[in-house]
Structure formats: structure tokens, C-alpha cells
């Protein structure tokens, strides 16, 4: 959350953590754009430079799915399909995690809102939390740019490292250059899937730009460009929305 604070003041959060105001940032954002836009990948960028933590729905409903938890049995079959899963599963999930200790000097959301009702659950989980939303980014690519993106993609489930085999392939075949563990090519990441996944972002998603528009949050970025460019966009994005 954009807090306006004295340089070099001290601010007490959680009651223990004793924050210099001159080192910290403080940003609530949300990355908005289809499949294969590349918000995972610039939201670990992010991560490490401004120490937000990434809350990506994708990789929290996966990571459930792979340990079969109740949560990830009920979503494994919408995933699978390229379907949204139901928002009551979704909007519990995230006002629990924004509640989290490590979300205290803000947050980066991949993957959320991605419906109407999530975008007005978020907005009042935020007012209870007295925080307003900084800065909405919308990454914008063409119908191609998915469907080559996606197709190509190689993710690691344990890091949440991504690869792409032409782009930006691992150095060793199949393996995470981070962590060492193998990669997959996940089930919705097959033309016929990711071609429904692209039609609920346009019909379900993407009118969510127009709502974050009339509160004045959005900024676009052209996805297509090298994901340094996008990264050097973003970061001025959000050192432009944050106060030392
Ligand atoms: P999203 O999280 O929006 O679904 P990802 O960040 O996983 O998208 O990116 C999808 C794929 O495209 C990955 O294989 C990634 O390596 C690649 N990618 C991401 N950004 C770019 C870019 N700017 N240029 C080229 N390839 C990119
Ligand atoms: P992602 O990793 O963001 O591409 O999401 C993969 C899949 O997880 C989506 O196709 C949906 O099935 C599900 N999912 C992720 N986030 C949400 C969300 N906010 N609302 C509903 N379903 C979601």
C-alpha cells in the first residue's frame, strides 16, 4: 500500500518489525493480461527487486492440485478445461493470503481478479484492510503471441521458474536453471486449451480493465516487447506510484 511517510521515519507494523521509512517501498498492484502475457515471469522480477511478494492464483490452485488438497481436487477439473474456477473458492483463498504478514508492504496480484465479482470482493477486502489499490498493469499481446507463447512454455512447480524453448530456454534440456528440479509442460498449456483459456480472458477479464480505468489505475504495457524492456517499464511504474 502507497504510504506517504517522513523520510528516514521508523514505522511500526504487526507490532514488531521496526521499518526504515528512507529503504522501504510500499505498493498494492495488480498485473492484468491473457495467458502467456508474461506476469508470472515479471512478477519474479519484481519480487526480487522490491521485495513484494507475487500472489498468483495459477500457482496456488497447482501446487493444491498436486498435493490434493480439497481446495485443488475441486479445481483440478475446471484448470484442466481452461475454465475459471468458481469465485467462492478463489475470493476465501486471497483475503486469507493479503492477511499475511509478508503482504504488510504490499503485494503483486498474477492471476487475480480475473472475474467482476472477484474484482468487487477484492475491493472490499481492501477497504477492510484500509489499503487502497496503487496501480493496475495491463500486459498487452496479440491472440498469436499466446497461443506461441503458451505452446512453448516450461514451467518449474517448485520455484515457479518459467521457460520458453526459444525464447529463453533452460540450459540443460528439461531442467530448472534455478532449482534443478525438471520442468513440465502443463495440461492447459495445449493449443485447444489455451485457445479456451484465451476466450474467457476476453469475455471475463480483460472488461475488468475498463472498471480499474475509471478509478484511474491503469497503465499498458506492449508484452510483445523483451521481457528486460517490460521489466525496466514496470519497475518505473511503480518506483513513480511509491513514496520513500
Ligand atoms: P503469464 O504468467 O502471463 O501466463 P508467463 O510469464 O508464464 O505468462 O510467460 C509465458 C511464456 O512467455 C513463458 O514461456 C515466458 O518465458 C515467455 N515470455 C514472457 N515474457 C516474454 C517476453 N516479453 N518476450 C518473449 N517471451 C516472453
Ligand atoms: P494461470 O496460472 O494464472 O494461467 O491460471 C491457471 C488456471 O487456474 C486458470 O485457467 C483457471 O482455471 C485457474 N485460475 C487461476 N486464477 C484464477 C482466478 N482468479 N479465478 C478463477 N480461476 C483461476
Known sequence: MMMTIEPGASVRRGGSAVLEASEKTFTDMILLGPPGAGKGTQALRLVERFGIPQISTGNILREAA?????????ADGY??????????????????????DDCERGFLLDGFPRTMPQAQAL?????????????VVA???SADTVVERNS????????????HLKNHPP?????????GRELIHREDDREEVIRRRLQVYDSQT??????????????SINGELPVDEVTAILARMVEEGTRE
Open 152 to 163: 512453448l512454455r516450461r514451467c518449474c512447480l517448485n520455484c515457479g521458474a518459467t521457460y
Open 79 to 100: 484448470m484442466k478445461r481452461g475454465e475459471l474456477v468458481p469465485d467462492d473458492l478463489i475470493i476465501g483463498l486471497i483475503d486469507r493470503r493479503l492477511r499475511e
Open 171 to 179: 540450459r540443460r534440456a528439461g531442467i530448472c536453471d534455478q532449482c
Open 123 to 135: 475491493d472490499g477486502i481492501l477497504e477492510m484492510m484500509e489499503r487502497p489499490l496503487n496501480l
Open 66 to 74: 498436486a498435493q490434493g488438497t480439497p481446495l485443488g481436487l475441486k
Open 139 to 141: 500486459l498487452e499481446v
Open 206 to 219: 480483460q472488461p475488468l480493465i475498463h472498471y480499474y480505468r475509471a478509478n484511474g489505475l491503469v497503465r
